[in-house]
């Protein structure tokens, strides 16, 4: 099932490298044209969280110009003077992809690497939390939120950068970066639209928190990756002044270099709000969004209603309100987290995946004091099954852009000739 990567020397190999079809250091302008008109931007909000000069700023869930009033939406007077391009190099969705820094990430690691076909990890089991104050309100397994309690009862974070309940707009979360774990607690649970959860990185950085736990979808991870390990070196072009440079490496370098841990959550699309929450669910069922409780997506939308009933929707109709955008997603399991969570194919259980030794470490740490349950994931085949069904998928669906295949499917993920 399980490919060790480690040669009998030791040497790490994992098969991804460098991909000839993106550029090393992508442009604003590039950005703004193959990324947003082009429609694949996520919407993560990273590029606006960095940008040293304020040029851009996150609009209608895309990033907007807004230094130029008459100017060009591509246009950044910065990038085209001194130089810039900072919020390019985090964009996901330019080079390097999440399947070319595999060795970047998990290159120094001390423990065994392995690829299952859902990205490199060292371990891989199912667990939920004991603790019941947590259970009561938490996704699935309330393994994500027991981490955030856990790190900062013990003081390994000050922070966690998570999505919250907006209380002027139910069912519409926002970024946020909670400090206590009563605001971890109140932020527990899924609400499959999408938030910009980057963005509460500059929270974090407001409230001066140094070491946070950063809980994101798979296009939220990989920026984060992308800033902690983007050689500053490409800043320096002759033209600036060290002011400039300073400046500019402090923005980029800041909110990553206060990640702690990276919680990825599995994701294969989210909805459009509008859409499944205001046409779908309020207008046509006739469900006030202020009586939902939590949502759950189990084969179908499971919709748990505040007076304890659950009301479902094919997962069929639902999909027609998927966001578009996902569909340029290639990574289902956050594959550049240091541990991935997710309830796939089961019911009150996380399928939980430690990808690095941070990961690996955390999680011994939270068993060995006996704050979750655990079973091997050969308990849970099903989901193990529909975890490797679903990456899968996902590595081959993302479409073709003008500058080929390549770009966004390596030949590793490519189905086989007679598939």
């Known amino acids: 099932m399980a490919e060790n990567v480690r040669s009998s020397a030791g040497d790490l190999i994992l098969s991804d490298s460098a991909n000839p079809s993106f550029k090393d250091n992508p442009s604003f302008k590039e950005m703004m044209n193959d990324v947003v008109d082009y429609g694949s931007c996520c919407e993560c909000g990273t590029c606006v969280l960095v940008c040293p000069h304020n040029v851009i700023e996150y609009i209608d869930s895309k990033p907007k110009q807004v230094a130029k009033k008459n100017g060009e939406f591509d246009f950044c007077g910065i990038s085209e003077g001194i130089g810039c391009d900072v919020c390019a190099q985090v964009c996901p969705r330019l080079g390097p992809r999440e399947f070319s820094m595999h060795d970047t990430v998990f290159g120094e690691e001390e423990g065994d690497v392995y690829n299952g076909g859902f990205g490199p990890y060292q371990e891989i089991f199912v667990a939920r939390a004991k603790d019941p104050r947590i259970l009561?309100?938490?996704?699935?397994?309330?393994?994500?939120?027991?981490?955030?309690?856990?790190?900062?009862?013990?003081?390994?974070?000050?922070?966690?950068?998570?999505?919250?309940?907006?209380p002027e707009a139910p069912c519409s979360p926002i970024p946020s970066c909670e400090t206590t774990p009563e605001g971890v607690m109140a932020a527990a649970g899924s609400w499959y639209t999408y938030v910009a959860n980057d963005l509460a990185l500059q929270q974090a950085v407001d409230k001066e928190c140094e070491k946070v736990a950063f809980v994101g979808v798979p296009c939220q991870i990989t920026p984060t990756r992308k800033g902690q390990y983007k050689d500053e070196g490409f800043l320096d072009n002759g033209k600036k002044k060290p002011k400039?440079?300073?400046?500019?490496?402090?923005?980029?370098?800041?909110?990553?270099?206060?990640?702690?841990?990276?919680?990825?959550?599995?994701?294969?699309?989210?909805f459009d709000f509008d859409g499944l929450m205001i046409k779908k669910i309020q207008n046509e069922m006739g469900i006030p969004l202020d009586q939902i409780k939590k949502f759950n997506v189990k084969g179908e939308v499971l919709i748990y209603k505040k007076d304890g009933e659950v009301v479902t929707i094919?997962?069929?109709?639902?999909?027609?309100?998927?966001?578009?955008?996902?569909?340029?997603?290639?990574?289902f399991s956050a594959e550049l987290s240091d541990v991935s969570c997710g309830g796939v194919g089961a019911m009150d259980w996380t399928i939980t995946i430690a990808r690095t030794d941070a990961g690996r470490r955390f999680m011994h740490s939270m068993i060995d004091d006996g704050l979750l349950e655990v079973?091997?994931?050969?308990?849970?085949?099903?989901?193990?099954?529909?975890?490797?069904?679903?990456a899968r998928r996902q590595?081959?669906?993302?479409?073709?852009?003008?500058?080929?295949?390549e770009a966004v499917r390596p030949p590793w993920y490519m189905p086989p000739p007679d598939a």
């Not at 027991?146 to 922070?159: I, P, Q, R, S, T």
């Not at 027609?320 to 569909?327: D, F, L, N, V």
């Not at 079973?375 to 679903?390: A, D, G, H, M, Y």
């Not at 590595?395 to 295949?405: D, L, Y």
Request: hydrophobic share 35%; net charge negative.
């Open 136 to 166: 009561e309100n938490c996704q699935d397994g309330g393994v994500v939120t027991a981490m955030l309690v856990y790190g900062m009862e013990k003081g390994l974070f000050d922070g966690a950068c998570v999505s919250s309940p907006d």
């Open 244 to 270: 400039h440079i300073e400046r500019q490496a402090k923005s980029l370098k800041d909110p990553m270099d206060r990640i702690a841990l990276r919680i990825g959550l599995l994701c294969s699309e989210v």
């Open 314 to 331: 094919p997962l069929k109709e639902a999909q027609e309100y998927a966001r578009p955008e996902c569909h340029h997603c290639g990574d």
């Open 375 to 390: 079973q091997p994931i050969e308990n849970f085949e099903t989901s193990l099954k529909v975890l490797l069904r679903l």
């Open 395 to 405: 590595h081959q669906r993302v479409p073709v852009p003008e500058r080929g295949i």
